[in-house]
């Protein structure tokens, strides 16, 4: 078994052009995948877009511009992803919101907008998704976590409990979608950060992270892309309703 072979798999992306979603657009494709991308953000601030369908062309690559918070959008998101593809795989969900305020500091409007962004998205990913997958024999869902829904750090609470919340409803999700072949997962980064990021970085962070991760470093979007696919991919076959730390060994 060719492990995180994607070939043919029609995948959904979302939080599609973020640093962990643009990798992972070309990341699945190399694998053989065909990609639905969705984002908030118009396509237009990823230029590489065009290159990429210059290369792979439109039986391969979908884009549509979605606000994962509202239920008509994310729904219209699955029909579009049926009408090209006529089915679905896998989706991998990265879509959050995180205000970074304090309890203290935080209104009811800040609380909520961030659980739309964070929990509520990924419920509407996993009802939607998996019920496109349903119709197409089955599938397997993977949303992003993250280590701050385990490990507390200030003005993240927001952010955290809905982390949390989202390891919880993959499991109800992974208990739910059983019987219909469908696999639910979550994965945990630590500390991760794309290229561009990381020059703006300090040498008091580089050095922090020598000392905070057992590997001595943050983490990379495709080190956190690969287990996604091996999650996606018929090598995870068996794996369901687990959640995977892809910290680096942070703060252990």
């Given at each position: 078994?060719?492990?995180?072979?994607?070939?043919?798999?029609?995948?959904?992306?979302?939080?599609?052009?973020?640093?962990?979603?643009?990798?992972?657009?070309?990341?699945?494709?190399?694998?053989?995948?065909?990609?639905?991308?969705?984002?908030?953000?118009?396509?237009?601030?990823?230029?590489?877009?065009?290159?990429?369908?210059?290369?792979?062309?439109?039986?391969?690559?979908?884009?549509?511009?979605?606000?994962?918070?509202?239920?008509?959008?994310?729904?219209?998101?699955?029909?579009?992803?049926?009408?090209?593809?006529?089915?679905?795989?896998?989706?991998?969900?990265?879509?959050?919101?995180?205000?970074?305020?304090?309890?203290?500091?935080?209104?009811?409007q800040d609380w909520n907008r961030s659980m739309e962004g964070?929990?509520?998205?990924?419920?509407?990913?996993?009802?939607?998704?998996?019920?496109?997958?349903?119709?197409?024999?089955?599938?397997?869902?993977?949303?992003?976590?993250?280590?701050?829904?385990?490990?507390?750090?200030?003005?993240?609470?927001?952010?955290?409990?809905?982390?949390?919340?989202?390891?919880?409803?993959?499991?109800?999700?992974?208990?739910?979608?059983?019987?219909?072949?469908?696999?639910?997962?979550?994965?945990?980064?630590?500390?991760?950060?794309?290229?561009?990021?990381?020059?703006?970085?300090?040498?008091?962070?580089?050095?922090?992270?020598?000392?905070?991760?057992?590997?001595?470093?943050?983490?990379?979007?495709?080190?956190?892309?690969?287990?996604?696919a091996f999650l996606l991919s018929d090598a995870a076959s068996?794996?369901?309703?687990?959640?995977?730390?892809?910290?680096?060994?942070?703060?252990?």
């Amino acid at each position: 078994m060719n492990i995180s072979n994607l070939q043919d798999k029609v995948i959904v992306i979302t939080g599609a052009l973020g640093d962990a979603g643009r990798e992972a657009i070309t990341l699945f494709l190399k694998k053989g995948a065909r990609i639905a991308a969705s984002d908030i953000k118009a396509i237009e601030t990823y230029p590489e877009w065009e290159t990429l369908l210059q290369r792979y062309g439109n039986n391969r690559m979908l884009y549509v511009k979605a606000d994962f918070t509202d239920e008509d959008q994310v729904r219209d998101v699955f029909e579009r992803i049926k009408q090209h593809f006529g089915r679905l795989d896998g989706s991998y969900h990265n879509v959050y919101i995180n205000p970074s305020l304090s309890i203290a500091e935080m209104s009811a409007q800040d609380w909520n907008r961030s659980m739309e962004g964070t929990l509520t998205s990924a419920f509407l990913v996993c009802k939607y998704a998996a019920q496109l997958m349903i119709a197409s024999g089955g599938g397997s869902i993977v949303n992003t976590s993250s280590i701050l829904g385990t490990v507390p750090r200030y003005n993240n609470a927001s952010y955290g409990a809905g982390k949390a919340g989202m390891e919880q409803l993959t499991r109800y999700a992974a208990v739910e979608f059983a019987p219909y072949g469908i696999r639910a997962n979550a994965i945990v980064p630590g500390d991760f950060k794309g290229e561009e990021l990381l020059k703006t970085m300090s040498a008091e962070f580089f050095e922090a992270m020598k000392t905070t991760t057992l590997i001595g470093r943050n983490g990379t979007p495709n080190e956190i892309n690969e287990v996604a696919a091996f999650l996606l991919s018929d090598a995870a076959s068996y794996v369901t309703g687990s959640v995977y730390p892809v910290t680096g060994g942070l703060w252990i």
